[in-house]
């Protein structure tokens, strides 16, 4: 159990829809990080936050959008979902030392979001 | 051309085998590099981290950076049914924010 905990654990919806995933990081970690997973693309960057803000941003498709609470938890929407959307959509977090986040991500057990 | 090749397999082998995993990757600004163990329908499990290059060894686990080759090695000594999953190979540049993960290796450990 690496502490990052994800909800909902899977996800069925319909074409055109929108969902919302939720995040919450190891205990003292400020970066979060939302990763998208498919057979064919494999284990992909979307958008990483640190402490409220938003820090990098990846090959993240304009109808997804993501943000980070000041609790630390965090939510990746997607909206106007098409087939293609579906994968395994992953979070992870980072611990920081003197304000400085650490390369090391730990995962946690993904959503994995089907779209019929 | 992908940032990190990585051999997707799959690969099997007998209990008790060593087991060599590798990455080639183009990008000379990766410093940093890692391996992860997912396991079917798991999240990834970070299972070791190197900067730079080097060795690291920790339990039957050894990763291996060579940075003027552009390459990284993971072996796993004694090999058991329990270490078949997929291992994903993982790296990053200074300030990069993101991890560059291979397409992962399927490996299974046969009894």
């Known amino acids: 159990d690496s502490g990052v905990t994800q909800t909902p654990k899977h996800l069925i919806t319909a074409t055109g829809q929108r969902v919302t995933l939720r995040c919450s990081p190891r205990?003292?970690?400020?970066?979060v990080y939302w990763y998208q997973q498919s057979l064919d693309q494999g284990l992909q960057f979307l958008i990483q936050?640190?402490?409220?803000?938003?820090?990098a941003k990846g090959n993240i498709l304009e109808r997804f959008s993501a943000q980070q609470f000041p609790d630390l938890h965090s939510e990746l929407n997607l909206s106007s979902l098409e087939l293609g959307d579906s994968a395994l959509y992953f979070c992870a977090s980072s611990p920081s030392i003197g304000g400085v986040y650490q390369e090391t991500q730990y995962f946690g057990p993904g959503t994995r979001l089907l779209v019929l | 051309q992908k940032e990190v090749e990585q051999d997707p397999g799959p690969l099997s082998v007998p209990e008790g085998a060593i087991v060599s995993l590798n990455c080639t990757y183009s990008n000379s600004a990766f410093q940093y590099f890692m391996w992860y163990r997912q396991y079917s329908r798991k999240g990834p499990e970070l299972l070791m981290y190197t900067y730079s290059s080097g060795n690291k060894e920790d339990g039957r686990f050894t990763a291996q950076v060579d940075k003027s080759s552009k390459y990284i090695s993971l072996f796993i000594r004694d090999s058991q049914p329990s270490d078949s999953a997929t291992y994903l190979c993982?790296?990053?540049?200074?300030?990069?924010?993101?991890?560059?993960f291979g397409q992962g290796t399927r490996l299974t450990i046969n009894p």
């Open positions: 936050y640190y402490n409220g803000e938003e820090r």
């Open positions: 205990s003292g970690d400020l970066s």
């Open positions: 993982a790296m990053s540049a200074r300030g990069a924010q993101k991890l560059v």
